[in-house]
């Protein structure tokens, strides 16, 4: 794990993935900034209501549908396929470890890496997407509905890392090239929306959709466009996609215990 | 085929095809104790068998045991096996110590033991003053040392080398072999490749010769040179008078050619009956006085054999 951790963390190739993490924080602290510039009751040019609107279209938009997504695509697709691209599986088959634990192990290392880059980028964000209202932000937050938000949004960022870890660990494992699979994932899972109720249901980012805490406005023309399925209640949504990520963890040990060292391939 | 013997590596009628490409085929082997050597050009299947007794790989027929563990175990195999893969690859961000401790800790050896094995696998192959720099700055002969140790820190059994001498520098070789005798009398199963034949004629026990996925010979090489009916026998004879001992050779049948080596001293001969030529030469040295100085077999090495057996293209890989 440890290993594994330094590995995924201090990944000169992986250098991208803190930019995906990072870049809304930045954009955030930038908006504070200038918001507090400006001052606050300068133009009241929006509400925190409307702030949080916003984060939750960042949320929806930037976060789960591009972010956490290609974040978690270079984390967990490369858990196998780079060691098999830099020759240095072997090492690890050669231990007496379970493969299905060595599966594990570095799923789990990659979901903390994934959860410490996403989750925290997710908290920081929202912390100062409204930090310029000042002790009115810190009243949403503390006695308002702020809190549970936060909550809530980091509660779908460490599932959306679970689910969509779990399918690029798979993808790692299987395809030589993860690009493929990661893009006929994200064309499934942005085409969720427009998708038939029942097809909708077969995918990740359905049930994280349904636990997000603020509903974003679909804009037109695309709002016509919109099927609507009624939402999957939590009870349903977390432990269903904690199953799905499961089957599909199951899967990829299965497959990694009959995996053969061919790195010419 | 004593496939549930438990001190040997055993093959029985393994075979390992890449789709439609020949690795191995039809390998039936029992590898013993001590050092083993493959030998085979390119492309021969060295690797494949390796591999597939490290369980790396899987036969597509046949059965594998290594000291009785079946290599789809890794869990069992992986404590008996260390294996120095070909690769000249490591985890990126580490350290030649915290490379070895690294994958000890996977063995589920305390921390402190881990440090004591780390540091006695990096003594043992001389990179102890390097143990904390980092893998990537070692040079070609340390990346091959550390790949060394780290086979060995658990103490394994049965050590597959690849290419182990690859890298090395005349003084780290000639320490690597010493290393891999000590194994081999310790009675670990020691198997390696190398292309770099009379050094592995100077370490092996028994060598396994392959060409093209077969196994050509297998066993002790001066019984496999033995076995080699169809070349004649080269045997240097040094002697006072050679012209003498030449002259009467010619006369015999199963004598193919002989000639006076540069310093006059010796004729080298080759002859289809060694049997014969010892009786002849008994004879020579009674009814003339011939001065033997020494009878020595001048081609059962592993160069000869493999050239006899799988052709010059094959020994000059």
Same mark, same amino acid.
């Given at each position: ?5 330094? &590995?995924?963390?201090?990944? &000169? ?44 279209? %960042? ?32 090492y ?13 192990? &570095? ?82 899972? +942005? ?31 695309? +709002?016509?466009?919109?099927?609507? /399925? @009624? ?35 | ?34 050092i083993t050597s493959l030998v ?6 060295k690797?494949?068998?390796m591999? %597939?007794? *490290? ?5 597509? $027929? ?15 195999? *992986?404590?008996?096996?260390g294996y120095c893969a070909q690769f000249d690859a490591f985890? &990126?961000?580490l350290t030649g110590y915290q490379f070895i401790?690294?994958?000890?800790? %996977? ?6 033991? *881990? @440090?004591?094995r780390t540091r006695e696998a990096l003594g043992l192959v001389g990179l102890m003053d390097a143990a904390n720099r980092h893998v990537a700055a070692y040079s070609k002969g340390m990346r091959q040392r550390v790949k060394l140790a780290q086979a060995i820190a658990?103490d394994p059994?049965?050590i597959i080398l690849d290419e182990p001498l690859n890298g090395l520098d005349p003084l780290a070789r000639a320490e690597a072999i010493a290393l891999f005798r000590q194994w081999g009398d310790k009675?670990c199963?020691v198997v390696v490749s190398s292309h770099i034949l009379h050094e592995v004629d100077r370490i092996s026990d ?5 060409? $093209? ?6 066993? $002790? ?11 004649? %026998?080269?045997?240097?004879?040094? *002697? ?12 015999? @049948? ?8 540069? !310093? ?17 030469? +008994? ?15 001048? !081609? @059962? !090495?592993v160069?000869?054999?493999? =050239? ?7 020994? /000059? =890989?």
């Amino acid at each position: 794990m440890r290993l594994e951790l330094k &590995k995924t963390f201090l990944s &000169k190739r992986g250098w991208w993935i803190y930019f995906l993490a990072l870049g809304p924080v930045a954009i955030t602290v930038l908006h504070w900034l200038v918001e507090a510039r400006l001052g606050r009751g300068a133009g009241n040019r929006h509400s925190i209501g409307e702030d949080s609107i916003i984060f939750a279209g %960042m949320f929806l938009f930037y976060y789960l549908r591009a972010g956490i997504f290609f974040g978690a695509m270079g984390i967990f697709s490369n858990l196998f396929r780079a060691e098999m691209l830099e020759k240095t599986l072997h090492y690890y088959f050669l231990t007496p470890l379970r493969r299905e634990l060595l599966v594990a192990g &570095k799923y789990l290392a990659g979901l903390i890496v994934a959860v410490v880059l996403f989750g925290s980028s997710v908290v920081l964000a929202f912390l100062t997407i409204g930090r310029h209202f000042g002790a009115s932000w810190t009243d949403y937050l503390l006695h308002g509905p702020g809190l549970h938000q936060l909550g809530a949004y980091f509660l779908v960022t460490v599932l959306a890392c679970v689910g969509y870890g779990a399918v690029f660990l798979l993808s790692g494992l299987l395809f030589k090239n993860p690009m493929i699979p990661a893009a006929v994932v994200w064309v499934w899972e +942005n085409l969720n929306p427009f998708l038939p109720s029942l097809l909708k249901k077969i995918s990740v980012i359905f049930y994280l959709k349904s636990l997000c805490p603020v509903e974003v406005p679909i804009p037109p023309p695309f +709002n016509v466009m919109v099927v609507d /399925a @009624d939402p999957t209640p939590f009870w349903v949504a977390t432990p269903g996609l904690l199953a799905i990520s499961l089957i599909l963890l199951v899967y990829a040990a299965a497959t990694a215990r009959t995996t053969e060292i061919s790195y010419s391939d | 085929m004593s496939g549930h013997n438990n001190s040997l590596i055993s093959f029985e009628n393994v075979s390992r095809f890449y789709g439609e490409v020949l690795g191995i085929n039809n390998v039936t082997l029992s590898i013993p104790p001590g050092i083993t050597s493959l030998v085979g050009p390119n492309g021969s299947g060295k690797t494949t068998l390796m591999n %597939m007794v *490290c369980g790396l790989i899987r036969p597509t $027929q046949g059965r594998i045991s290594v000291l009785g563990v079946s290599p789809q175990h890794p869990e069992k195999l *992986c404590r008996l096996v260390g294996y120095c893969a070909q690769f000249d690859a490591f985890p &990126k961000g580490l350290t030649g110590y915290q490379f070895i401790y690294s994958f000890l800790m %996977m063995f589920g050896f305390l921390p402190a033991e *881990c @440090d004591r094995r780390t540091r006695e696998a990096l003594g043992l192959v001389g990179l102890m003053d390097a143990a904390n720099r980092h893998v990537a700055a070692y040079s070609k002969g340390m990346r091959q040392r550390v790949k060394l140790a780290q086979a060995i820190a658990h103490d394994p059994r049965v050590i597959i080398l690849d290419e182990p001498l690859n890298g090395l520098d005349p003084l780290a070789r000639a320490e690597a072999i010493a290393l891999f005798r000590q194994w081999g009398d310790k009675g670990c199963h020691v198997v390696v490749s190398s292309h770099i034949l009379h050094e592995v004629d100077r370490i092996s026990d028994q060598v396994i010769l392959l060409s $093209q996925g077969y196994v050509v010979a297998e066993g $002790q090489i001066h019984s496999v040179r033995s076995e080699v009916k169809e070349q004649p %026998m080269q045997i240097l004879v040094r *002697c006072d008078r050679p012209a003498l001992l030449a002259s009467r050779l010619f006369a015999q @049948d199963h004598v193919v050619e002989a000639k006076i080596v540069a !310093d006059s001293k010796g004729l080298l001969l080759r002859t289809r009956d060694a049997d014969s030529f010892y009786l002849l030469l +008994n004879r020579v040295i009674l009814d003339s006085g011939l001065e033997v100085e020494s009878v020595a077999p001048a !081609d @059962d !090495d592993v160069n000869s054999v493999y =050239q006899y057996l799988i052709g010059a293209e094959g020994a /000059a =890989q």
